[in-house]
Nanobody, 124 residues
Framework: QVQLVESGGGLVPAGGSLRLSCAFS????????MGWFRQAPGKEREFVAA????????SYADSVNARFTISKDNAKNTVYLQMNSLKPEDTAVYYCASGSIGVLDTTASNYRYWGQGTQVTVSS
């Protein structure tokens, strides 16, 4: 099992920034990719970004590219999502996920482990 705990969500005005954290523990050697997804009310869960833990290779959804940055601290077993220039449409519950998959895989069902989510609300 792999345990994932997100933190860092909150309420920010449009144009603001937030940094989400995802602390992972357990049998982490069974997975190689960490991802961030988000789900807005009434919408399906969508891919945001992913990072390969061993190489640091990353991928991003077009909607967040150049505004969000995913990074990792292997010593702290933590993955981060730095979100800049936030827009009201970024409002969602953000989930951290982990899987043994390629970093370009954007399919939520291919990620095996999930955190409980953290709410991000961007006011206009």
């Amino acid at each position: 099992q792999v345990q994932l705990v997100e933190s860092g969500g909150g309420l920010v005005p449009a144009g603001g920034s937030l940094r989400l954290s995802c602390a992972f523990s357990g049998r982490t050697f069974t997975t190689n990719t960490m991802g961030w997804f988000r789900q807005a009310p009434g919408k399906e869960r969508e891919f945001v970004a992913a990072i390969r833990r061993s190489t640091g290779s990353t991928s991003y959804a077009d909607s967040v590219n150049a505004r969000f940055t995913i990074s990792k601290d292997n010593a702290k077993n933590t993955v981060y999502l730095q979100m800049n220039s936030l827009k009201p449409e970024d409002t969602a519950v953000y989930y951290c996920a982990s899987g043994s998959i390629g970093v370009l895989d954007t399919t939520a069902s291919n990620y095996r482990y999930w955190g409980q989510g953290t709410q991000v609300t961007v006011s206009s």
